[in-house]
């Protein structure tokens, strides 16, 4: 089984996810469904319906994340020699015309979000700035 990369903060805010839909979200959405069957014929019952779907979304997120925990790998970036850009560097990249600089975090899939500066390993940001 392939493992999946983390920075020690990705995989606690993967495990905080997960935490909070095991302890919250069931259980609300539980209740929801119970109060949707008081109100009669399920049939004809938005109600129900939302809530039976939104248990479904989570309840695939919780196996998703479930699934990503047990295969997760913690990558010391301390470790790295800071010769290569590979997973856990950051990046500073320069506009040519604007000599603007941005700066990029190499992480894992899960932890990947442009609009805070984390690239994946696997996109092509990322693919661009390794290869």
Partial sequence: MEKIP???????????????????????VINAI?????????????????????????EGRISELEAVTSRSEVIDASQLTG??????????????????ESIFHIVGPYEADISKGLVSTSSPIARGLIG
Avoid: C, M, P, W
Wanted: charged share 35%; no cysteine.
């Fill in 83 to 100: 010769d290569k850009v590979t997973f856990g560097t950051s990046v500073g990249v320069a506009d040519e015309e604007t000599d603007e």
């Fill in 34 to 58: 119970s109060v949707a069957r008081e109100h009669g014929d399920l049939s004809e019952n938005a109600e129900y319906h939302a809530a039976r779907e939104r248990q479904s979304f989570i």
């Fill in 6 to 28: 983390f920075t020690a903060q990705g995989l606690e805010a993967i495990k905080e996810e997960l935490a909070h839909l095991k302890g919250t979200e069931r259980q609300a």
